[in-house]
Nanobody, 123 residues
């Protein structure tokens, strides 16, 4: 069973930046795609970004495309989410997720979740 621990959330003004990190346990991190999801109060959890096992392929929700960048460091068992030009509507709990395969990075291909980190963007 993988353990995913997110960090890096916080309070930031609109237009600012944050970098989220997710550390994964185990020796098979590089065997799996990874992703980020978020859930705002009163809303369903939504997909944000996904990255394949090597980092060579990424996929983003339209709402964050051009502002967020997902990356990974397999040597450190860590996946990152660089968030720039943040907007108040980006306010949510952000969750790291492990994929069900090494290559699939679309929203329906993730099944293990971290505990989340809060991101709040003030206007």
């Amino acid at each position: 069973q993988v353990r995913l621990v997110e960090s890096g959330g916080g309070l930031v003004q609109a237009g600012g930046s944050l970098r989220l990190s997710c550390a994964a346990s185990g020796r098979t991190f590089s065997n799996y795609a990874m992703g980020w999801f978020r859930q705002a109060p009163g809303k369903e959890r939504e997909f944000v970004a996904g990255i394949n096992w090597s980092g060579g392929s990424t996929y983003y929700a339209d709402s964050v495309k051009g502002r967020f960048t997902i990356s990974r460091d397999n040597a450190k068992n860590t996946v990152y989410l660089q968030m720039n030009s943040l907007k108040p509507e980006d306010t949510a709990v952000y969750y790291c997720a492990r994929g069900t395969t090494s290559w699939a990075i679309q929203p329906g291909y993730f099944d293990s979740w971290g505990q989340g980190t809060q991101v709040t963007v003030s206007s």
